[in-house]
């Protein structure tokens, strides 16, 4: 049975976050497919291991660029399915070309998966830097970069 783990980290406004609202969509088209899922808002990233252990989740939906890299491995387990959210906001667009070793680094764990909540030409852009600087196959990054709307299909598997 697949449960899905939502985590965000909370903050001011949070329920007005773009991303805690799709979480919620998607949380709420879940449930029309009796999938299990719930959203966790985290204070500290240490509260993360704990969640995961509650929760036993098949799936984990994150936010890219939240954890270090190392921080992610640390918690990584290859039995859970992972996907880091790039969100749709000035700041994280800007901050891509200088986290393209950070997305490097993530996708390197087993069943992780970077989603881009944005435009067609944005997700592509993310494609070319880690193609341009890794030396990736078409093949190979496509299926580990896709827009948020594929990663539900990965879900409904």
């Known amino acids: 049975m697949k449960k ?5 980290e909370n903050g001011p406004n949070i329920r007005s976050n773009p991303e805690y609202q799709y979480d919620r969509f998607v ?4 449930s029309l497919d009796d999938i299990e899922s719930d959203i966790y808002l985290i204070d500290n990233p240490d509260e993360i291991q704990k969640k995961l252990e509650i929760y036993n989740p098949t799936h984990v939906v994150l936010p890219a660029l939240w954890l270090d890299p190392e921080r992610f491995r640390s918690i990584h ?3 859970i399915i992972w996907i880091l959210r790039i969100p749709k906001n000035a700041e994280t667009v800007a901050a891509i070309e ?19 909540n944005n435009n067609k030409e944005f997700l592509d852009n993310v494609r070319d830097m880690l193609q341009d600087e890794y030396e990736y196959t078409t093949q190979e990054i496509t299926q580990k970069i896709m827009s948020c709307d594929i990663v539900m299909t990965t879900i409904l598997k």
């Open 4 to 8: 899905v783990l939502f985590l965000l």
């Open 98 to 116: 200088q986290s393209v070793g950070w997305l490097n680094s993530y996708i390197q764990c087993e069943n992780t998966l970077i989603s881009c």
């Open 77 to 79: 387990k290859d039995s």
């Open 27 to 30: 949380k709420y088209s879940l």
